[in-house]
């Protein structure tokens, strides 16, 4: 069984900062991209950034130059920092991550974290 775990979200002010974890636990033979996702209300879910197993990110044209996604490939972990938000990044995020076991790749997500930003 593999649960992806996210951790850090909360309530902040306009122009504030949070940091965004992702834990990956259980059997994992290999962990492939991982990418963050946000779903605000009466929204569809959008991606935010995602990374490759190599470090090379990819960002929606909404955080470039705010956020900042990394990974640490030891721990099977991944991070999202978000600086200078504003309310409209208010969403839940998700992780997701491209994991191989048992002789097959497959997507996993979290069950979210919200992230509440006030004006």
């Known amino acids: 069984q593999v649960q992806l775990v996210e951790s850090g979200g909360g309530l902040v002010q306009a122009g504030g900062s949070l940091r965004l974890s992702c834990t990956t636990s259980?059997?994992?033979?290999?962990?492939?991209?991982m990418g963050w996702y946000r779903q605000a209300p009466g929204k569809q879910r959008e991606v935010v950034a995602v990374?490759?197993?190599?470090?090379?990110?990819n960002y929606a044209d909404s955080v470039k130059g705010r956020f900042t996604i990394s990974r640490d490939n030891a721990k099977n972990t991944g991070y999202l920092q978000m600086n200078s938000l504003k309310p409209e990044d208010t969403a839940v995020y998700y992780c997701n991550a491209h994991i191989y076991r048992r002789a097959a790749w497959a997507d996993y997500w979290g069950q979210g974290t919200q992230v509440t930003v006030s004006s």
């Open positions: 259980g059997s994992i033979f290999s962990l492939g991209a």
């Open positions: 990374i490759s197993n190599g470090g090379s990110t």
